[in-house]
């Protein structure tokens, strides 16, 4: 495993932007389609290449709080991406938006149940105006972790500002809005009405809310070229549209700022529900320290901590009326559950940078009988740094309480995640090593002839069954050039120059069978 490739500050950026659209209930890349109509518009009003910078990094966090209340909004109106999908295209001033709210109170609950949720929601419930507030309070709050910049900050507190004055939290109206929170929130509307019904919808939608929620003067630009704006923005390359298309958006992170910034987001993405509140940072802690009982370097070591970071950034795609279930969940919602770390795979591998991450991330509900989720990876398949991954992830999530049960005590959950290496769920040099790291008295791990490492007795079982470098690579999923490199270690370590040799010394040490 090597370390990532330096990672600029907009890939970043539009990285979230994917859960983002995740927790809107939006398609993926709606933000990044969003931010290049933004740009395209900034371009044709001339604005200078600072200012355009300030557009896109507005555009693609602007909406990026929308999940901190979506436990509130579960509690009220059940699917909480459902609600927030049907109310996006609304004008929120509007009587549409208050007839929504109302038809969607108590949503899959019986009548009776609904009608006393609407009552105690008319004395309890948050307001539109709260809501937005939270939503940019945690925005700021983001911003202000990855250092974006007072012009960028000053933009977003206006974001949900209307031309009429009519917006929320920033008393503004008209010129008064600064021009970047204009172009956002012009360019969010006619790119989710673009999408449903092409270019007309776009430009009746814009026309429709000239001089109430957008600038008028914005709107006669859009609809004067639309048909331009708008071209290609649903192609499948809208990510390197956008970040491509401005030659301000080339700010490379340091390692420094990247592992500060992944802090940010892991703790800003666990507020998707009470119950996960510092998750993410905790098996980032643990899994870094397990990884060096478990013999990784410590270049291999910060990229697992890295990726256990953003392990969770797929459960912004999944209802919290899922997430914070008192009871059993269902066949169907199990299947949703399932799918959030595909979702964080994906995000990550929008980036060529942070795709490595994403790579471990995936692995985290994977376990070594095949019995995990979301491909049913098998021993083999499972990397050392998912292995630990894994197992901190399961030991970390057992000691914290869950709506459908109480926290367990830490010697119950070493108990139960030993008993999951018997079942051959988790590797238990990985269990030993997360265990020792959380506090608890480790057991004696194997030691393994010549001082291979674990990876290395795999692959040593593959050998002695005939199979080639490429076909061990292929039953690993790994490089070729990696399992040619790890045969020579092992033929080294076990001075062996042979597959016939190294057969011979396998049978000795008794090192044949599965690990």
């Keep these: 495993m090597s370390a990532a490739p330096r990672v600029r500050l907009a890939e970043l950026l539009a990285m979230i932007s994917l859960g983002t659209d995740l927790g809107l209930g939006q398609p993926m890349e709606h933000v990044l389609r969003q931010s290049l109509v933004a740009l395209r518009l900034a371009e044709r009003l001339g604005l200078d290449p600072a200012t355009r ?69 008319a004395a309890e419930g948050l307001r539109p105006k709260e809501a937005i507030e939270n939503h940019w309070l945690a925005t700021n709050e983001l911003a202000v972790a990855l250092d974006l ?43 989710v009405y673009h999408r449903v019904g092409g270019v007309d919808a776009a430009v009746a939608v814009a026309r429709e809310r000239s001089g109430s929620q957008f600038d008028p003067a914005l709107v006669d630009v859009f609809c004067a070229d639309a048909a331009a704006v708008l071209d290609g923005i649903d192609a499948a390359t809208t990510w390197p549209a956008v970040i491509g298309v401005e030659p301000a958006l080339e700010v490379v992170l340091s390692d420094e700022a990247l592992e500060s910034a992944l802090e940010a987001i892991a703790d800003f993405s666990d507020l998707k529900s009470p119950w996960t509140i510092g998750h993410s940072r905790g098996v980032a802690e643990l899994a870094h320290a397990a990884a060096k009982g478990y013999g990784l370097s410590e270049a291999d070591g910060r990229q697992v901590r890295r990726a256990a970071l953003v392990h969770d950034l797929g459960r912004l795609g999944v209802s919290n009326a899922i997430w914070d279930k008192r009871g059993a969940l269902t066949p169907a919602e199990l299947e949703r559950v399932r799918l959030h770390p595909y979702l964080t795979e994906r995000m990550l591998a929008s980036s060529e940078a942070l795709a490595p991450l994403g790579s471990i991330a995936v692995q985290h509900h994977e376990r070594l009988d095949g019995s995990g989720y979301p491909r ?25 309480p869950r709506p459908h049960r109480d926290a367990r005590a830490p010697g119950e959950a070493a108990a139960e995640l030993r008993s999951g290496v018997r079942r051959a769920l988790f590797d238990g040099d990985a269990v030993e090593a997360v265990l020792g790291a959380a506090g608890h008295p480790a057991r004696r791990r194997r030691e393994w002839p010549g001082g291979l490492t674990r990876r290395e007795v795999e692959v040593l079982q593959l050998l002695v069954r005939g199979l080639s470098n490429k076909e061990i690579a292929e039953r690993l999923v790994i490089s070729r050039k990696t399992a040619s490199s790890h045969v020579e270690h092992i033929y080294a370590k076990l001075g062996v120059s042979n597959r016939a040799q190294a057969s011979l010394a396998a049978v000795k040490h008794g090192v044949t069978a599965a690990v």
Aim: one cysteine or more; proline letters at 4%.
């Design 149 to 191: 910049g007072p012009e960028v900050r000053d933009s977003l507190y206006q974001t949900f500002a209307r031309w009429d004055g009519k917006g929320v939290p920033a008393a503004a109206s008209g010129e008064e809005i600064l021009l970047p929170a204009r172009l956002v929130n012009l360019a969010d509307v006619v790119a």
């Design 53 to 121: 910078r300030v557009v896109c990094y507005v555009s693609l966090v602007s909406w990026v709080g929308c999940h901190v209340d979506a436990y509130e909004q579960a509690k009220w109106f059940g699917d909480d991406l459902a609600l927030k999908a049907d109310m996006h295209p609304l004008d929120m001033a509007g009587l549409p938006a208050k007839a929504l709210v109302l038809r969607r109170i108590g949503a899959g609950r019986g009548v009776l149940e609904r009608s006393r949720l609407g009552i105690r929601f």
């Design 376 to 400: 049913g990876l098998s021993a083999g398949a499972i990397t050392p740094a998912g292995r630990i991954l894994a197992a901190a992830d399961a030991y970390h999530a057992m000691t914290e």
